[in-house]
C-alpha cells in the first residue's frame, strides 16, 4: 500500500519525507485554509519536496463549469497534481470531462459503495472513502472500505483510503489490499512506536555501558598517522 501524508503543512511533510516512505499528499480546503498561504505556491513546495509523489489539491466550486475550470487550473500548476472533486452529481460530470482530458481525480467525500462504482465507471483516477468520518457518526467506516475494494477489485480500480484516524486503520486498510492509504501525520509518528521497543532499547544501551570498558568502541578513535612512513 502506498502511503500519502494527508496534511498541507511544509514542515509535517519535510520531516516525513526524510523516512523514503511517503508516495505523495493529500490536501483539502480545510488543510490548506489552515497553512494561511497562496495555495499555488503552498502547493508547489509541496510537488518540491516530493519531486516523485503525487500531490492532490482539491476544486472549491461546487458547479460543474467552476470545477472544470479549477481543475484544468490546478492541473497545469505542475505534471504530479490529481484534482480532487467532491462525490456530487456536478462532480461527476466534472470528473467524466476532466479524466477524458488525461487529467488524474480523485474523488473525495466517497461514503458509500455505488457512490464508489459510479465514480470509477466514470474514470476516476482513484476514489476516496472517508473511513474516520463514518466511524464518527456510528458506522463502521472499515465495512465499507471492504465492499469498495471488492467491487473495485473484480474490475480492476484502484482506493485510496481516506480519513485513517489510527493505525488499526492503517493496518487494516493494508490487509485488505487498499492501493494508497492517506494518514495525518500524527498516524504516521504512531507507525513507529512500540512500548517494547522502547524498553528494549533502554535495555540494550545500558547493558552496553556497564560492560564498555572490556568491549571497546565500534568505533575507534581515528589515530593520527605516523609522520616519516
Ligand atoms: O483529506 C481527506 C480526509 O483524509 C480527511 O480526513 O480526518 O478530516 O476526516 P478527516
Not at 17 to 28: H, P, R, Y
Not at 51 to 56: D, F
Not at 130 to 140: A, E
Not at 191 to 209: A, I, N, Q, S
Request: proline share 5%; aromatic share 6%; hydrophobic share 45%.
Amino acid at each position: 500500500m502506498k502511503f500519502f501524508l494527508d496534511t498541507a503543512n511544509l514542515d509535517e511533510i519535510r520531516s516525513a519525507a526524510e523516512f523514503g516512505v511517503i508516495d505523495g499528499v493529500t490536501t483539502n480546503p480545510t488543510l490548506v485554509a489552515k497553512e494561511g498561504r497562496p495555495f499555488r505556491e503552498l502547493i508547489l513546495a509541496i510537488c518540491d519536496i516530493l519531486p516523485r509523489g503525487v500531490i492532490n489539491a482539491e476544486v472549491v466550486s461546487t458547479d460543474t463549469a467552476g470545477m472544470l475550470r479549477e481543475g484544468r487550473e490546478l492541473a497545469s500548476w505542475h505534471p504530479n497534481i490529481a484534482v480532487k472533486i467532491p462525490m456530487t452529481s456536478d462532480g461527476v460530470r466534472a470528473l467524466y470531462v476532466l479524466a477524458g482530458e488525461g487529467i488524474r481525480v480523485n474523488v473525495t467525500l466517497c461514503f458509500s459503495a455505488a457512490q464508489a462504482l459510479l465514480v470509477a465507471k466514470a474514470g476516476a483516477y482513484i476514489v476516496s472513502p472517508f473511513i474516520g468520518r463514518l466511524d464518527d457518526i456510528g458506522q463502521d467506516g472499515l465495512v465499507l472500505l471492504r465492499e469498495i475494494l471488492e467491487i473495485y477489485r473484480v474490475n480492476n480500480f484502484p482506493v485510496l483510503a481516506a480519513s485513517l484516524r489510527h493505525p488499526i486503520h492503517v493496518i487494516e486498510a493494508a490487509k485488505m489490499g487498499a492501493h494508497i492509504g492517506t494518514l495525518p501525520s500524527k498516524v504516521f509518528e504512531q507507525l513507529f512506536k512500540h512500548p517494547l521497543t522502547d524498553r528494549g532499547l533502554e535495555t540494550f544501551v545500558k547493558d552496553w555501558e556497564k560492560a564498555r570498558g572490556v568491549l571497546g568502541e565500534i568505533i575507534e578513535p581515528a589515530t593520527t598517522p605516523k609522520r616519516g612512513r
